[in-house]
């Protein structure tokens, strides 16, 4: 098997993976309110990159990990994304119609419930992430704490009101990096964070460390994104495409050019992949997520 394989092999099993835990954290259907719970598992399951609990695993592996910590950080990053994209879909919002393929949940369902599943979602990942596991209790409070500030007015929600501020206005590279660090890299750095701190022998230096690739990823994937938003088809994406150009949104594309902006992703990623020389064959994984954040097509 050559290494491209043994990669695209662990990336398949731990999106499965992180589908039966998602599946198994998530109320039941059958439990009242049926419609409610039916909603957050259909916006849940069964789509997606899974970019954000794949991250939290091969963080993971750079230490001795308590596997109920990272399944249960798996699962609340996860439901924190899912809840963002079905608010985000709304229309007061990017008003969309379509997400992973599917009819957005206002759509499928109605703009009440998708206000619901999203409040539900959220208070379901904390509710998931303070679970009994072995870690000591320190280091269980900060995993909360790191996905709090991730989702709060200080990170994606932050990010998202910068955004929403900024229609149809001009911003600076500085100012679209300090929202998207916000709206898009919040998440992923708590992911990378989330994975460290299930991991009771890696130090304050080394989450320091591994932070410093996570907030590389996170602007490199929001500029992808931006690209991809010009160059890709809906079919691809999976989403709306051109919905940022069609609402003026300020991107990198807007910033810099198409080309520019592909370039500028790649620096980053570069970036990204020298702060994991410390930890060596261990973070092939992390090393794999950051190549595939240029090279994926939705």
Same mark, same amino acid.
């Given at each position: 098997?050559?290494?491209?394989?043994?990669?695209?092999?662990?990336?398949?099993?731990?999106?499965?993976?992180?589908?039966?835990?998602?599946?198994?954290?998530?109320?039941?259907?059958?439990?009242?309110?049926?419609?409610?719970?039916?909603?957050?598992?259909?916006?849940?399951?069964?789509?997606?990159?899974?970019?954000?609990?794949?991250?939290?695993?091969?963080?993971?592996?750079?230490?001795?990990?308590?596997?109920?910590?990272?399944?249960?950080?798996?699962?609340?990053?996860?439901?924190?994304?899912?809840?963002?994209?079905?608010?985000?879909?709304?229309?007061?919002?990017?008003?969309?119609?379509?997400?992973?393929? %599917? /009819? @957005?949940?206002?759509?499928?369902?109605?703009? =009440?419930? $998708?206000?619901?599943?999203?409040?539900? !979602?959220?208070?379901? *990942?904390?509710?998931?992430?303070?679970?009994?596991?072995?870690?000591?209790?320190?280091?269980?409070?900060?995993?909360?704490?790191?996905?709090?500030?991730?989702?709060?007015?200080?990170?994606?929600?932050?990010?998202?009101?910068?955004?929403?501020?900024?229609?149809?206005?001009?911003?600076?590279?500085?100012?679209?990096?300090?929202?998207?660090?916000?709206?898009?890299?919040?998440?992923?750095?708590?992911?990378?964070?989330?994975?460290?701190?299930?991991?009771?022998?890696?130090?304050?230096?080394?989450?320091?460390?591994?932070?410093?690739?996570?907030?590389?990823?996170?602007?490199?994937?929001?500029?992808?994104?931006?690209?991809?938003?010009?160059?890709?088809?809906?079919?691809?994406?999976?989403?709306?495409?051109?919905?940022?150009?069609?609402?003026? %949104? /300020? @991107?990198?594309?807007?910033?810099?050019?198409? =080309?520019? $902006?592909?370039?500028?992703?790649?620096? !980053?990623?570069?970036? *990204?992949?020298?702060?994991?020389?410390?930890?060596?064959?261990?973070?092939?994984?992390?090393?794999?997520?950051?190549?595939?954040?240029?090279?994926?097509?939705?």
């Amino acid at each position: 098997m050559t290494q491209a394989n043994d990669l695209k092999a662990w990336q398949q099993k731990a999106q499965a993976q992180t589908e039966l835990v998602l599946e198994r954290l998530l109320p039941s259907e059958h439990d009242k309110p049926a419609k409610l719970h039916e909603a957050m598992r259909y916006v849940t399951l069964g789509g997606g990159k899974r970019l954000r609990p794949l991250l939290v695993l091969a963080a993971s592996e750079l230490g001795d990990a308590d596997n109920a910590a990272v399944e249960q950080a798996m699962g609340a990053i996860e439901m924190v994304h899912v809840y963002s994209l079905v608010h985000d879909d709304m229309p007061p919002m990017d008003n969309d119609s379509l997400r992973r393929g %599917k /009819p @957005t949940c206002h759509v499928q369902y109605d703009e =009440a419930t $998708a206000l619901l599943v999203g409040d539900a !979602l959220q208070t379901q *990942a904390f509710g998931v992430l303070s679970r009994a596991t072995e870690l000591p209790a320190a280091r269980q409070l900060a995993m909360l704490s790191t996905l709090a500030k991730a989702g709060g007015s200080l990170g994606m929600a932050g990010g998202q009101a910068i955004d929403l501020a900024n229609v149809g206005k001009t911003m600076n590279q500085a100012e679209l990096e300090e929202m998207h660090g916000l709206k898009t890299g919040a998440l992923i750095r708590a992911a990378v964070v989330l994975g460290a701190l299930a991991c009771p022998d890696l130090s304050d230096e080394q989450i320091v460390q591994l932070d410093q690739y996570a907030a590389k990823l996170g602007l490199a994937f929001q500029v992808v994104d931006d690209v991809l938003d010009c160059e890709a088809d809906t079919a691809t994406l999976g989403k709306t495409a051109g919905k940022d150009a069609g609402n003026d %949104k /300020p @991107t990198y594309v807007k910033l810099m050019g198409l =080309a520019e $902006a592909r370039a500028y992703a790649e620096k !980053l990623v570069d970036e *990204a992949v020298a702060s994991l020389q410390p930890f060596g064959s261990k973070a092939a994984h992390l090393l794999w997520l950051a190549e595939f954040v240029t090279a994926r097509k939705n």
